[in-house]
């Protein structure tokens, strides 16, 4: 089984395909919406975005010989960041925008992207899993709007910051299509749409003519569309991040793990600390792995799949000629694009929550969710036949307890944090990138007063509470699902699913 290098850490299920010109073609690996989701997983939520990425050089040790131990970091610094993926990442390269005499360190378990940023679905979307209503209720309409707002801007300055630094990552802003393929679901659809315009949110209903011209699936009875979505390749966003950080002067440091964070530094497994005014985490599903944050959300995996290359033929019947991402308006979350290199890159939610939160690589592949994920494609556009599905692979993401993603710094201590992006993070995080670099240097604008800047979510429940809850909550939606396939009525389960997850 090879790790496609295209995407991150997905499981070849077939023979390798052809390599592409831009390298080898192989998929991806992880959620949250699902779109912008998964989750978590590679080319997807969330919540399957992306082209190939050149492989990486050639280790300078040889067969045989151990890897080098990785550089020590150092032990001092103006502001260190726990976590290598693009919450840390836009932090570091906003820090040094505002101000390029800071010393930034980016401490990185594993490597940069290993979590969700390197595995999601590759949708950078003004989704937002709080809406407009419940922020209006906790703040005001008027800060509500300025969010929608703002995440507008925010995939739009995606796209720009990639072209400023030169970072090909596929950056396409073609919108996002979610499909209405029963009663129920383009009664919610249309309910959505009614919705969205009191807040500006520009989604608009498209009848299934209009549909199914965008992309011909099955059983179609009309889609709403949001033109503010872009698709990229975010394995090749993190790395092409990751070398603009560094070069304007950022030490990021791999294969160091943090085993806990304290007013003033961070301490290092096996020893050691970095010392600093202004301590950032940055560590998303992860974060229950710290002392003291075991119940500040919980890491819920979205998985995907990807198929071979397709054909201009094969294209042509199934539509997506702007690069539109997709989902449908079912209760379980999935989501797709179609890749640089012209695959099908598909996932969503399904995967079980692990008793106290515990994340194992072998969580990442979910036999039977990768089946479902191949079943589900195929039923959604069944003109793809017998096409090859060549990869698979997965990854968790963090959920707050009231699915409200939040960032913040405290002055007093200097600590700072964001994230629980529940899937919606590959624009998200640059947000909270921009948002923690004035929390940090002290400029007080605009996205500072943002509804979510400070926001602190009760915890979850202790177990075994909490994994009968977010297993239960996941079995309602299936449920939901099934009831809604049966009678062609909303579900009411719906409203006892939306109890649950407290929003």
Same mark, same amino acid.
């Given at each position: 089984m090879s790790i496609p290098l295209w995407w991150d850490q997905g499981e070849q299920e077939g023979p390798p395909a052809a390599s592409s010109a831009d390298g080898p073609s192989s998929p991806p690996p992880a959620p949250a919406h699902a779109k912008g989701e998964s989750a978590p997983p590679p080319p997807a939520p969330a919540h399957a975005k992306g082209e190939s990425a050149p492989p990486p050089p050639a280790p300078a040790h040889t067969k045989g010989e151990s890897a080098p131990p990785p550089p020590a970091p150092p032990t001092r610094a103006d502001v260190v960041i726990v976590g290598g993926g693009f919450t840390g990442l836009w932090t570091a390269h906003y820090l040094l925008l505002a101000d390029? @005499?800071?010393?930034?360190?980016?401490?990185e378990a594993e490597h940069v992207g290993f979590g969700a940023s390197g595995r999601n679905g590759g949708w950078v979307s003004a989704l937002?899993?709080?809406?407009?209503?419940?922020?209006?209720?906790?703040?005001?309409? #008027?800060?509500?709007?300025?969010?929608?707002?703002?995440?507008?801007?925010t995939v739009d300055e995606v796209g720009r910051a990639t072209e400023s630094a030169a970072i090909d990552c596929?950056? $396409?802003? !073609?919108? &996002?299509? =979610? /499909?209405?393929?029963?009663?129920?679901?383009a009664i919610r659809a249309r309910s959505e749409?009614?919705?969205?315009?009191?807040?500006?949110? @520009?989604?608009?209903? /498209?009848? &299934? &003519?209009?549909a199914t011209e965008r992309l011909a699936a099955s059983r179609v009875e009309g889609a709403t569309f949001t033109p503010h979505c872009a698709r990229v390749q975010p394995r090749r966003l993190v790395d092409g991040l990751a070398a603009t950080v560094r070069s304007q002067g950022v030490q990021v440091v791999e294969g160091v793990r943090v085993r806990a964070i304290e007013p003033g530094r961070a301490l290092l497994e096996g020893g050691g600390q970095v010392a &600093?005014?202004?301590?950032? *985490?940055?560590?998303?599903?992860?974060?229950?792995?710290?002392?003291?944050?075991?119940?500040?959300?919980?890491?819920?995996?979205?998985?995907?799949? =990807?198929?071979?290359?397709?054909?201009?033929?094969?294209?042509?019947?199934?539509?997506?000629?702007?690069?539109?991402?997709f989902s449908d308006h079912r209760h379980v979350i999935i989501y797709g694009q179609r890749t640089v290199d012209d695959r099908?890159?598909?996932?969503? $939610?399904?995967?079980?929550?692990?008793?106290?939160?515990?994340?194992k690589p072998e969580f990442d592949h979910e036999a039977t969710v990768f089946a479902d994920l191949r079943a589900t494609l195929t039923d959604l556009l069944p003109q793809l036949g017998d096409v090859a599905f060549t990869h698979a692979w997965g990854g968790p993401l963090g959920i707050a307890r009231d699915w409200h993603p939040s960032v913040g710094h405290d002055?007093?201590?200097?600590?700072?944090? #964001? @994230? !629980?992006?529940?899937?919606d993070g590959v624009a998200g995080t640059n947000l909270a990138g921009r948002t923690l670099a004035d929390l940090v240097t002290g400029r007080d604008s605009p996205i500072t007063q943002l509804p979510w800047v400070g926001h602190r979510s009760r915890r979850w429940e202790?177990?075994?509470?909490?994994?009968?809850?977010?297993? =239960? @909550?996941?079995?309602? #939606?299936?449920?939901?699902?099934?009831?809604?396939? *049966?009678?062609?009525?909303?579900?009411?389960?719906?409203? /006892?699913?939306a109890a649950l997850t407290g929003h």
């Open positions: 390029p @005499g800071l010393d930034v360190v980016v401490l937002w899993p709080v809406g407009p209503e419940a922020l209006a209720r906790r703040r005001g309409a #008027a800060a509500a709007r300025a969010m929608v707002a703002e995440l507008q801007h596929g950056f $396409r802003k !073609g919108g &996002a299509i =979610a /499909l209405a393929r029963s009663s129920a679901q749409v009614e919705h969205a315009e009191q807040w500006g949110l @520009g989604t608009r209903w /498209l009848d &299934a &003519a209009e &600093a005014k202004h301590v950032i *985490r940055a560590t998303e599903a992860w974060t229950p792995t710290l002392p003291g944050q075991r119940r500040t959300v919980a890491p819920v995996y979205s998985l995907m799949v =990807a198929t071979e290359p397709l054909t201009e033929a094969q294209w042509a019947r199934i539509g997506l000629a702007e690069r539109e991402v099908l890159a598909f996932g969503g $939610r399904g995967a079980p929550y692990h008793f106290r939160s515990r994340i002055p007093a201590t200097g600590l700072g944090w #964001a @994230g !629980g992006y529940v899937g202790p177990e075994p509470a909490r994994w009968v809850g977010v297993n =239960a @909550g996941l079995r309602l #939606a299936h449920a939901a699902d099934r009831e809604e396939a *049966r009678t062609g009525r909303p579900a009411r389960i719906g409203t /006892l699913l």
